[in-house]
């Protein structure tokens, strides 16, 4: 075999290996400590000056679906009043009952799409974002270990559908595009969120924003180097 040829197939076997997920390097100790880490510094989001009053959690459940890493999403039921019918994450606002966000998330959990939090492994927490609107959200990375689709029973009075991408078809570029928002206060020319257009519906705003920067955190620019084309930074003050 000539050289030309085995550098060919070198460059080729390097080519396979940066576009594949490893499940075994990304599900590493290592690679979920770096995750939290990046996380916290890419959802130091705040889009209003006032802090609000009332708090809410996420979860984002991601699991092992034939043989891949998905991330769950639900779906909202038609019968809630607010964003009916949108993508989004298992979640919540806080309670009385709730000692912290962690156990608000995975109550809000189980009463959604009925999975005990026997077989949620929390990661860690992003930062607290403060939406223009509404209660501050934190988001909770988590692995759902034994992933099953038996383990899940919707609410139907708060969830549509549940369903799983994998973070292959999220980080497809022919599937992700921006949309952009215009400045409240007219000083400033707004800023871009993603849109995601894989999988059962098309998601954006919050939902694809927090998947965003879970992909910026969790995978190697090889495998996603997205960048959102903002006209203007997020404000990320602490």
């Not at 609107?133 to 990375?141: A, F, K, N, Q, Y």
């Amino acid at each position: 075999m000539n050289n030309s040829i085995k550098v060919h197939k070198s460059l080729m076997l390097l080519k396979r290996n940066y576009s594949q997920i490893n499940l075994e390097i990304m599900l590493s100790d290592e690679n979920k400590r770096k995750t939290i880490e990046k996380f916290k510094k890419y959802t130091k989001l705040r889009f209003a000056e006032k802090n609000p009053e009332k708090h809410a959690a996420i979860l984002i459940p991601m699991c092992i679906t034939n043989n891949e890493i998905s991330i769950l999403y639900t779906i909202r039921s038609s019968k809630l009043r607010n964003y009916s019918g949108q993508v989004c994450f298992p979640g919540g606002k806080m309670d009385d009952t709730d000692n912290h966000e962690i156990e608000c998330a995975l109550r809000e959990t189980e009463e959604e799409i009925g999975l005990s939090s026997q077989y949620i492994k929390i990661w860690g927490s992003g930062s607290q974002i403060t939406p223009r609107d509404g209660p501050s959200i934190l988001p909770i990375i988590a692995e759902v270990e034994n992933f099953s689709h038996t383990m899940l029973t919707k609410n139907p009075e708060e969830v549509e559908k549940i369903f799983t991408i994998s973070l292959d078809r999220l980080r497809d570029p022919t599937f992700i595009r921006h949309t952009q928002f215009k400045s409240r206060s007219g000083n400033s020319s707004g800023f871009s969120m993603p849109v995601y257009l894989g999988g059962d519906m098309r998601f954006w705003g919050m939902t694809a924003t927090i998947t965003h920067f879970l992909l910026c955190s969790m995978l190697p620019k090889e495998l996603y180097n997205r960048r959102m084309p903002f006209v203007n930074k997020y404000d990320t003050t602490n």
